[in-house]
């Protein structure tokens, strides 16, 4: 399945997300900057949430490229032990039940959960849900 | 060295204008200004403009005068404000001249800022996943902060409540009619855990401050009104910013991330040798409830998790130990960005000078604050002694 953007997941069976390590200093950045003399990293699978919110409004568009009809998400910041925190979609919970310091795995999804010609996205489930 | 007094006020009211165009109301302003000031345009020796989305501020020579005056345009996100006036201090500082302009104006579109991702540095794909939305950062950081420090829901509201009741008195203000706890915490929610009444929205409207050097302020025969100090600031490492795609791990994550506003914040109290127990007057960024909140603790007016007992005690009420936002601030005059931090310098002048009406702060002030804070990390600071 295509992702939104190139970089941006390793080709693996499962993907994992692409950070980019500084070389001289080892920060990791989530995405890999754009031409940038980074390493890539494949980060970790696993982390938990640093914080949330629910976006509960139709964004924008441009530059917003998801469906018209709109339902609520969850956005999670999700820190990946000893690299990063990174943003992404919270699936597979409901909002009542979204916890900072719940254990994530990551499990990227379609941007249009209707259409399956759509991109992938980053975004992480519980732990429980996604065994 | 002397100090840079402000002569001159001038506001243009907020909210929505249908028929003005933004500059327009930035024209308003300037010349309500001047006639606070008692000076003419002529007179103005150099001004700085600020406008993020309603065109460039030098264009209104056209409608004041075309005597050929310096007039600089700033740009520089929520902070633009604090930075034309930043800038139109250190002109009169310098020695360079001796009277002259701070303006802002603004004038949105309805609904939410729509940025885009290539004006931040940004990939496309961060935009198209829906990220490109600031209240969704505000309302990310604030639960967090109140996971951390035990701050409730209800604190929010509070802060919202407040906010409509001082703008009740004031004529610039664009909501001003009280809306009650209940009403605010059972609104839909936005972005959780904001309703709709806990976020500003953008909006228009113009401000001009006329600033001179202790001569000359001293020949206009006014009040000296002394800018103490004027800061603008970039973020430190590891802060948690508007459209930030990540954030950096920190060995102790247990307190507060290191902002923008907290280093402006702390240089502008040295540069004024006083501190925050010395402020009588505070207006702190309040696009959302929760940003007042926690500027009330970057800006070092107390510890992070006091204010929940801050608020509950009513001690940033008009009549409280510190009061904050009296006007209203951002929840209840709206965003217009190249404004929005002139406004809080003009609430301060307003206060300082005993003008405030209904909303006048008691006891004499000699002391007023004001912060801004804005994407992509930015926060521009200013302190007034009378």
Redesign the interface.
Known sequence: MPS??EG?FTDDRSPRLI?GRDPVTG?????RP?RDDSEPVALGETGTL????????R??S?????PETFTP?I?G?V?L???????A?LVDVA?EDVR?GMTLRLMPVL?DPADPASPL?PAFAPMEASV | MSDVCVVGIGIHPFGRTDGLSGLDQGVFAVRQALADAGVEWPDIQFAYGASDAAGNPDTMVDRLGLTGVQFINVRNGCAAGGAALFSAQMAVKSGEFDLGLAVGFDKHPRGAFNALPSEYNLPDWYGEAGYMVTTQFFAAKIMRYMHLFGISQQSLGRVAEKAFRNAVHASHAWRRQPVSLEEILNAPLVSDPYTKYMFCSPAEGGVALVLASEKKARELGKPLIRLKAATMRTRPPHSFEVFAPCVDIVEDDSGRRPTASAVASADAFDIAGIGPGDIDVAQLQDTEAGAEIMHMAENGFCADGDQERWLAEGRTEIGGALPVNTDGGCLACGEPIGASGLRQVYENVVQLRGAGEGRQIPGDPKTAYSHVYGAPGVSAVTILER
Do not use: N
């Open positions: 939104i953007a941006l950070g920060r990791i950045l989530f995405p754009f640093w914080s949330w919110t629910v976006q509960r409004y964004p924008k441009p530059p917003y490229a998801g998400w956005v910041y820190e032990p000893g690299e990063v925190i990174v943003e979609r909002i900072i941007l996205i």
